[in-house]
């Protein structure tokens, strides 16, 4: 019978310690993080062998494997070979540099959020206002978007042009709801390089699937 | 024996009891099984099993009341009372060796389960191929890390859970040349990307981290999106002033995560340094200089740094010839040992894990296209006695009836 009042005592100490452990602030000396791997980079049509086909252009047989499906994401796509794959960055599932001849790049984003973040007009607005163009009423949005059944997703794609920093600039995007997601997938850059880039853009689209 | 003493000792040891709390579980966990649509295993683990009491709130409040005993309240009776009743009646018989040691096992369970569920701590190992890492992440606990980066050889880091986060206030810490001050904190929340960044503090952004704010935006300076925004304070550096908070609601679905977010200001002996958004959403820290040093500031899943590493050098998943049917996934990986004392390759398969300094490696998921592997890292000290007790378990079973058949057969060839 000596043992009780150890055995209680032992078995306060754990629920003790055990319910402070979790608020217990620690200081330690950490490892570096090791730096990420980049994104597997397209080639540049300059490192392709001499009987290579050209690449670009929106052929489906054009297309890399680039499809990064991340965790518990709902969604895949394939990006085409002249988009160069970019590290990941903050809020963004991905992001693809698309260059223009002239050396300019335009930026390819895509991100996703629970629930309608608003609905379409307040996002089109959004993107509208990146641009500096006023928002629209709501009896515009049919004239100003245009909706495609894809792969079983419900796809509405704008484009809208103004400028930004004084720049002509032109951005397309698509709002595709997914799974109580709203996923966004939007080209902005110059208006040169999105208007070469549009057919692109809208093939890569038709290759958004869910897992 | 005095009196109320012997009224402890009758009800701790009575069969009743027993009876009443076996009775009293059966309901617990059938209520908890129901409940689990709603809530999720983990949220039914809370609620129902790691805790003295199930709560309720009293319609129209929000003053939450005892309504059920829980898991740790009747576990823990049940195990006092099948102590006591060890106690009390035990006699030095070997006829009774069995019934000892089956009642010995199940303490042993009964404790085993009390440290599991106390001590055991589970994270995830996500690797990719050819990659190496050095820590494992929870996967429901989060921690706010602030880093000074300086040394190009480690990290120095404080690591505030999030538990304190949550109650607000300031947060000192001897390492830290500045002073927490916690503005506000969602446990969950959704963040979105402002139009553009509030016009004065767009300077500002010039040193954040990772570029994100490397694209300058046309100044509409309102919060667009038709989402509510959070109220209270704004982020002044860093990400934040390019984002919006919208609070959700906590989520306790096996297959979800709580995002939570806070606006944290620092403050140094010569004011304030900027307040800064943390999100385990934003992904990478946000870095910022101050007395000449490099720090790294994030909300990030709670990290267990072990003394050894992991490299994962190949992650296979095999499939039935011609069908899509899983048929093996494993993650060959090389563990090497800080001190250098263990430097092998080892084979992680379903049913096959590695257990290495009392941690546990299974093979839980893999992403990207079978080019990353995510093991399940278990710290549980109580591993063994569930093993132990189911050994003592049987054993006392086999003992116990061994003794009764040979009694019996003893009677046999009297009688015969």
């Known amino acids: 019978m000596s043992s009780h009042p150890l055995a209680c005592a032992a078995v306060l100490t754990l629920l003790l310690t055990s319910g402070c452990r979790d608020r217990e602030i620690t200081a330690y000396r950490a490892p570096k993080d090791p730096v990420p791997p980049a994104q597997p980079a397209t080639p540049a049509s300059g490192q392709l062998p001499p009987d290579h086909p050209p690449i670009g252009g929106s052929a489906e047989g054009n297309r890399a494997n680039t499809a990064v499906p991340t965790g518990g994401d709902s969604l895949t796509w394939t990006a085409p070979v002249a988009w160069t794959a970019m590290p990941d960055r903050p809020m963004r599932k991905a992001t693809f540099a698309v260059k223009g001849t002239d050396g300019t790049t335009a930026d390819l984003s895509i991100t996703s959020f629970p629930g309608d973040t608003g609905g379409l007009l307040a996002n089109f607005n959004r993107w509208r206002g990146q641009i500096g163009l006023p928002p629209l009423a709501e009896n515009l949005l049919a004239a100003n978007s245009e909706h495609r059944d894809a792969n079983g997703l419900h796809v509405e794609i704008a484009d809208f042009t103004g400028t930004a920093n004084g720049a002509p600039t032109r951005l397309i995007g698509a709002v595709v709801p997914h799974g109580g997601e709203t996923w966004f997938f939007k080209l902005m850059g110059p208006e040169a390089i999105v208007a070469q880039e549009k057919t692109a853009f809208l093939e890569f689209l038709r290759t958004v699937r869910p897992r | ?416």
């Open chain 2, 1 to 416: 024996m005095p009196p109320i003493i012997r009224q402890f000792r009758d009800f701790f040891v009575s069969l009743k009891l027993t009876v009443v709390l076996l009775a009293l579980s059966i309901i617990l966990i059938f209520w908890a099984t129901l409940a689990q649509v709603q809530l999720g295993i983990w949220g039914v683990q809370e609620k129902f099993f790691h805790t003295l009491f199930v709560l309720g709130k009293i319609p129209g409040t929000d003053l939450p009341v005892p309504v059920f005993p829980g898991g740790y309240f009747l576990g823990g009776l049940l195990l006092i009372n099948l102590l006591a009743a060890h106690i009390y009646r035990f006699r030095l018989e070997w006829k009774k060796t069995g019934i000892q040691l089956t009642h010995l096992g199940l303490i042993l369970l009964l404790l085993g389960e009390l440290i599991t569920s106390l001590l055991q701590v589970e994270s995830n190992m996500r690797i990719e191929e050819g990659g190496t890492q050095h820590y494992s992440e929870s996967y429901r606990n989060n921690e706010l890390a602030i880093s000074d980066t300086t040394n190009p050889g480690y990290n120095e880091v404080v690591a505030i859970p999030e538990a304190v986060l949550s109650d607000g206030g300031a947060i000192q810490h001897p390492k830290l040349p500045f002073q927490i001050r916690i503005r506000d904190y969602y446990p969950n929340a959704a963040l979105h990307m402002r139009a553009a960044p509030l016009p004065e503090f767009a300077t500002s952004m010039a040193g954040s981290a990772n570029g994100a704010g490397s694209r300058p935006e046309q100044n509409s300076g309102q919060i667009q999106g038709g989402q509510q925004a959070a109220t209270g304070p704004v982020a002044t550096t860093g990400l934040g002033p390019r984002i919006v908070v919208t609070p959700l609601r906590l989520t306790y679905k096996q297959d979800e995560r709580n995002a939570p977010a806070a606006h944290l200001e620092l403050v140094g002996p010569e004011g304030s340094l900027g307040t800064w958004l943390v999100s385990p959403v934003l992904n990478a820290p946000q870095t910022f200089t101050y007395a000449g040093r490099t720090w790294e500031i994030t909300l990030r899943f709670k990290r267990h740094y072990h003394p050894f590493t992991i490299t994962l050098l190949d992650f296979a998943h095999d499939k039935y010839p011609g069908t899509e049917i899983p048929k093996n996934f494993s993650s060959r990986i090389r563990l090497r040992t800080d001190d250098a004392r263990q430097d092998r390759e080892v084979l992680i398969y379903m049913n096959n894990p590695l257990r290495h300094a009392g941690l546990t490696f299974y093979q839980a998921s893999f992403e990207q296209g079978d080019k990353v592997s995510i093991l399940q890292v278990v710290r549980n000290p109580g591993w063994v006695l569930p093993y132990v007790s189911c050994i003592l378990m049987g054993l006392g079973l086999l003992v116990q009836f061994g003794i009764h058949l040979t009694g019996f057969v003893r009677q046999r060839s009297t009688a015969s």
